[in-house]
């Protein structure tokens, strides 16, 4: 059974970190690209970074660049995104998701949820003084 697991998130205040984890079973995570996303309240799904298969290229939200930072681990076929200096606004509840599409794909459309085939359950991430 094809699956994503999420964990890690919870509340930080801002300036701090967390580093979100992404376990990958019944499929190998170094054959497909991997998202992530976030939802805020009353807001639609946004695209915050994405790595692709084959030529590992990445990709990032422009309010995340610098402090992101997507990664994975083939030997565990665990995903990552660390997260620092982290807002107020970096609030929202984040999935991972994994896609089969090509790296041309992702290029061009990494950050639509469309292009992904498997979701993982959601984390909250809380900013918050």
């Known amino acids: 059974q094809v699956q994503l697991v999420q964990s890690g998130g919870g509340s930080v205040q801002p300036g701090g970190s967390l580093r979100l984890s992404c376990a990958a079973s019944?499929?190998?995570?170094?054959?497909?690209?991997i998202g992530w996303f976030r939802q805020a309240p009353g807001k639609e799904r946004e695209g915050v970074s994405c790595?692709?298969?084959?030529?590992?290229?990445?990709y990032y939200l422009d309010s995340v660049k610098g402090r992101f930072t997507i990664s994975r681990d083939a030997a565990k076929n665990l995903v990552y995104l660390q997260m620092n200096s982290l807002k107020p606004e970096d609030t929202g509840v984040y999935y991972c998701?994994?896609?089969?599409?090509?790296?041309?794909?992702?290029?061009?459309?990494?950050?639509?949820?469309?292009?992904?085939?498997?979701w993982g359950q959601g984390a909250q991430v809380t900013v918050s003084s």
């Open positions: 998701a994994a896609g089969l599409g090509s790296p041309l794909l992702y290029a061009s459309s990494w950050s639509e949820s469309r292009e992904y085939d498997y």
């Open positions: 790595m692709t298969n084959t030529d590992e290229a990445t």
């Open positions: 019944g499929f190998t995570v170094d054959y497909y690209a």
